[in-house]
T-cell receptor, first 114, second 109 residues
């Protein structure tokens, strides 16, 4: 069974803290993605990676960075968390780029920044 | 940006067919139409995709208008487990999906 796992389902952090969200996939996929999901705004792409150590900005990269040191792991980093980063964060992976390739999503991490 | 427009919410009676519409008037020739759904407390999951022709799979059918400016996801017999948010997405070559806000489907027993 294909699997994308995220390190936490729920996370509470304070303003200014550095936050790491981890995502691991066991499908040997080349591509990995980070989205955030907010009511009324749907899913918005933050960053994606198509290979180890490669990354591309999505629609809303400001305030975030990413790291992909190993193929199976893609980390989202909030250098200094702010309250407007309170959101649901979803990780996804997919095989090599192809318009028909589906994305497999993790269960999400609900982050609250106080 | 390639955008899609969907109704915010729809209701269906259990065991009846459901037609979920999507408008994508700015679609380009290389855009595939994908549908995902998100069950409560889960990440989105793939439902179906197509380019020009209608498509069927075990989960649903996808009807694509001749001019490709709209499409309809068809659930042939809605069950309570089909209650979810359904996203209609355009995907161009490359890695990027453009998710909208989706349609929240309520299935009434």
């Amino acid at each position: 069974d294909v699997k994308v796992t995220q390190s936490s389902r729920y996370l509470v952090k304070r303003t200014g803290e550095k936050v790491f969200l981890e995502c691991v996939q066991d499908m040997d996929h080349e591509n990995m993605f980070w989205y955030r999901q907010d009511p009324g705004l749907g899913l918005r792409l933050i960053y994606f990676s198509y290979d180890v150590k490669m990354k591309e900005k999505g629609d809303i990269p400001e305030g975030y960075s990413v790291s992909r040191e190993k193929k199976e792991r893609f980390s989202l980093i909030l250098e200094s968390a702010s309250t407007n980063q309170t959101s649901m964060y979803l990780c996804a992976s997919s095989p090599l780029a192809g318009v028909y390739n589906e994305q497999f999503f993790g269960p999400g991490t609900r982050l609250t920044v106080l | 940006d390639a955008k899609t427009t969907q109704p915010n919410s729809m209701e269906s009676n259990e065991e009846e067919p459901v037609h979920l519409p999507c408008n994508h008037s700015t679609i380009s020739g290389t855009d595939y139409i994908h549908w995902y759904r998100q069950l409560p407390s889960q990440g989105p999951e793939y439902v179906i995709h197509g380019l020009t022709s209608n498509v069927n799979n075990r989960m649903a059918s996808l009807a694509i208008a001749e001019d490709r400016k709209s499409s309809t996801l068809i659930l042939h017999r809605a069950t309570l487990r089909d209650a979810a948010v359904y996203y209609c997405i355009l995907r161009r070559t490359g890695n990027q999906f453009y998710f909208g806000t989706g349609t929240s489907l309520t299935v009434i027993p």
